[in-house]
């Protein structure tokens, strides 16, 4: 294998691990709202649709170094110049992420944990380890993805099987068939969190090929998908729907109230402990495929040197862009859910058009 090669193995986990952080953001909350008590199901309604894009993404960018990757292919199919375009529209959209995502999880910081703290220094604290971690060659992001899933695994699933037994099956069922109309919509708010994969595409180039990937990512959806079911399971079976909605984050409310008796009686500690590792996946996730992005499109040598001035332009963004959390709120809202179901889904559906008329 090349020295900056990964794995897919490695890429899934890595994507696996990101998208925990804004999954607990939006999750059982957002659903909840939308349909009650049967809001658990929204993950599962999902399904085909994210192993739908997981194959498409796996057809249409699958190939090594000039080969594989969403610049590449965008380059291919589109001619230089839209493919350039597209790949700059990416880069701007996976920069606003980045801000907004450091913002929230910022903010998630002195809203848990520390009160009275300065969030900007939480902010460069986050996206200095950022830097140092994506500066480094993509294997490296590949191998601390591996230890940043297999850490979260364990506390993910000892919280669930935890809280579990204290799920009140009042607060799931019965969910009805007028009820569905409402699961519907309350799989928006999820595809917005899946539509994060795409970013995945953009290290297409530098996964090497190995027999049976496509098998594999869509093992791997199945997989996202079920485990967000169990979390909303768990959090909405303790709380009800009605609570949830007001709860900014109810895993780690849950989690307060689980432990093990004669030992520690609660968790919550070590929890949000581990969940900085899901925030920095999600973080060096996004600023990886964004320098990924930007040395297609602006022709640089070395990725490493769009490294910094995305990092900048992300600080500068999460300060001026969110200046409260009322403008961030807005923004997760609106512009970050219809962009990711936009981009995430729309334009590799649009890609796939094209590649099917060009091979006519």
Sequence with gaps: ?????????????????????????????????????????????????????CWLLCWLFRGGPGEGGL???????????????????????????????????????????????????????????????????VRALGRAGEVFFLALAVGLAL?????????DPVNLLPVWVEDLPGVGLATLPVLGLLGYVVFAACFGGDVAPEEGGRRKTLRWAAGLCLTLTALQVVCLGNFGPGLAVRMDTPYFMMVKGIGFEGTFQRMESVIIALWVLADLALLGYLACACSLLAQKAFLIPKRRTAVLPIIVVATAGAIWLFPDAFSLDRALEGPVLWGSIALGFGVPALLAVVKMCRRQ
């Design 1 to 53: 294998m090349p020295d900056d090669r990964i794995s897919l193995r490695q890429l899934l986990t890595l994507t696996f691990a990101a998208l925990l952080s804004p999954a607990v953001q939006l999750l059982p909350g957002r659903t909840a709202q939308q349909a009650g008590v049967g809001g658990w199901l929204a993950t599962l309604v999902a399904l085909p649709v994210l192993l739908g894009l």
């Design 71 to 137: 610049p590449d292919t965008a380059r291919r199919l589109l001619g230089p110049v839209l493919g350039r375009v597209l790949c700059l529209l990416y880069l701007f959209w996976g920069l606003y992420l980045l801000a907004a995502n450091a913002r929230q999880v910022a903010l998630r910081f002195l809203t848990i944990s520390y009160r009275n703290a300065p969030m900007i220094l939480f902010l460069l604290t986050l996206l200095g380890v950022t830097f140092w971690l994506v500066r480094k060659p």
């Design 159 to 167: 919280s669930l099987v935890l809280g579990a037994f204290q799920i």
